[in-house]
């Protein structure tokens, strides 16, 4: 099937240092790309979006970047908080409505 | 306060029972999704709906059951069709083309 996946499966990062997490998409009907943040037992929360029409997004601390000719999406995280421990997902909006997500990269913040 | 509500938090099924989950917003959203997540792994499309009285299966439908008879609300029925039903189930509502806000999901489990 069309899934988005992901290169990293588990990302361990020092405290202060960037973070960058990588997902590639296979859907070319794909228009609005989302990144999600999960913490243990609790439900995706939104972080940033990004449109089809854009190549680089940036909100507080967070930057997504999209490259459409190689079917590739990121998500930096700036000067990376214990607090930022989780697992990230990125998920594609196909045209039609199907909102797919990829398998997720656990990232770990050490102190 | 607007949100998407998710009940029960727990549920337990034995095995040959059908059991509901249910899924409440009151964001004034058209879409609705379900998604299965298993430990460890991603978020995987069970059901979505773009309007009311309308759905479309996802990737892993088998053995689900939805209704969408309001706007506000998109239950989810697991049959005794589903050979594994014990997981972790989210459900979503988003305005197409924006962010899904999750709810905080329901832990079922076959006992």
């Known amino acids: 099937g069309e899934n988005v996946g992901l290169h990293l499966p588990t990302l361990s990062v020092q405290e202060g240092d960037n973070s960058i997490i990588n997902c590639a998409y296979s859907?070319?009907?794909?228009?609005?790309f989302i990144w999600y943040k999960q913490e243990s037992g609790k439900g995706p929360q939104f972080i940033i979006d990004?449109?089809?029409?854009?190549d680089k997004r940036q909100g507080q601390r967070v930057t997504v970047l999209l490259n459409k000719t190689v079917k590739h999406l990121s998500l930096q995280i700036a000067a990376t908080q214990p607090g930022d421990s989780a697992v990230y997902f990125c998920?594609?909006?196909?045209?039609?409505?199907?909102?797919?997500f990829g398998q997720g990269t656990e990232l770990s913040v050490k102190p | 306060d607007g949100g998407i509500t998710q009940s029960p938090k727990y549920l337990f099924r034995k095995e040959g029972q059908n059991v509901t989950l249910s899924c409440e917003q009151n964001?004034?959203?058209?879409?609705m999704y379900w998604y299965r997540q298993d430990p460890g792994q991603g978020l995987r499309l069970i059901y979505y709906?773009?309007?009311?009285?309308?759905?479309q299966k996802g990737d892993i439908a088998e053995g689900y059951s939805v209704s969408r008879e309001k706007k506000e609300s998109f239950p989810l029925t697991v049959t005794s069709a589903q050979k594994n039903p014990t997981a972790f189930y989210l459900c979503?509502?988003?305005?197409?083309?924006?962010?899904?806000?999750f709810g905080q999901g329901t832990r079922l489990t076959v006992v």
């Open positions: 979503a509502s988003s305005i197409d083309r924006t962010e899904a806000f």
């Open positions: 859907n070319s009907a794909s228009d609005y």
């Open positions: 990004i449109r089809s029409n854009m």
């Open positions: 998920a594609e909006n196909i045209r039609g409505g199907k909102l797919i």
């Open positions: 964001l004034n959203h058209d879409a």
């Open positions: 709906s773009q309007i009311v009285n309308d759905f």
